[in-house]
């Protein structure tokens, strides 16, 4: 089975904290996203990287980073937290196929930010 | 831009009955794929079923079956003989075109679903 493993469930950290959100995957995925959920809203993309070093924002990018040194691990960075980014955090990876391309997701982190 | 329209928020329905989950897209690629996501109050993402633009017969996977209709824009998730272990926050997701920004899913709001005993 793919496993997606997500560092963190639960996180709370201060405003203006630096947080790293880390994510591994065991099935050699190309496609690694972060995506976060908030009530009402759905699932959002933050960023996504289709290979190592390879980074692209995606529909929220403001206030955060990523990267991608190795190909089983993303980490989405907060530089500053602020406390609008209090959410949970998902990561997913998928294999580059341009048909069925199920993303396979982690458990989530739920981040506050005080 | 596309978009992924879910306009129920919750749904309670009685245990072994059928239950269909409503799904709209907007997008004008005539290529794109439809998904169902679970989301149990654990956290994970789980995927239920996919639907391809080009695919001739709406996707069955064992009691979930995908209600494709394609003029109408919708792809509603039709649960057969709901269980107890149903309940759970549903997402309709859209993958857009075959270009290599296709590897992208557009999320809807999500529907959560109460199966009552």
């Known amino acids: 089975d793919v496993k997606v493993t997500q560092s963190s469930r639960y996180l709370v950290k201060r405003t203006g904290e630096k947080v790293f959100l880390e994510c591994v995957q065991d099935?050699?995925?190309?496609?690694m996203f972060w995506y976060r959920q908030d009530p009402g809203l759905g699932l959002r993309l933050i960023y996504f990287?289709?290979?190592?070093?390879?980074?692209e924002k995606g529909d929220i990018p403001e206030g955060y980073s990523v990267s991608r040194e190795k190909k089983e691990r993303f980490s989405l960075i907060l530089e500053s937290a602020s406390t609008n980014q209090t959410s949970m955090y998902l990561c997913?990876?998928?294999?580059?196929?341009?048909?069925?391309?199920?993303?396979?997701f982690g458990a989530g982190t739920r981040l506050s930010v005080l | 831009a596309q978009k992924i329209t879910q306009t129920q928020p919750g749904m309670f329905v009685q245990e072994k009955e059928a239950v269909t989950l409503d799904c709209t897209y907007d997008?004008?690629?005539?290529?794109?794929?439809l998904f169902w996501y679970k989301q149990p109050s654990s956290g994970e993402m789980i995927f239920l079923i996919y639907?391809?633009?080009?695919?001739?017969q709406n996707a069955t996977e064992g009691r979930y079956s995908l209600n494709f209709q394609k003029a109408r824009k919708s792809a509603n998730l039709v649960i057969s003989a709901s269980q107890l272990g149903d309940s759970a926050m549903y997402f309709c997701?859209?993958?857009?075109?075959?270009?290599?920004?296709?590897?992208?899913?557009?999320f809807g709001q999500g529907t959560r679903l109460t199966i009552n005993p």
């Open positions: 997913a990876s998928s294999r580059p196929t341009l048909a069925k391309n199920i993303q396979y």
């Open positions: 639907q391809g633009s080009y695919d001739q």
């Open positions: 997008t004008s690629d005539p290529s794109y794929g």
């Open positions: 990287s289709y290979d190592v070093k390879m980074k």
């Open positions: 997701a859209m993958r857009m075109g075959q270009h290599q920004g296709a590897q992208k899913l557009v």
């Open positions: 099935m050699d995925h190309e496609n």
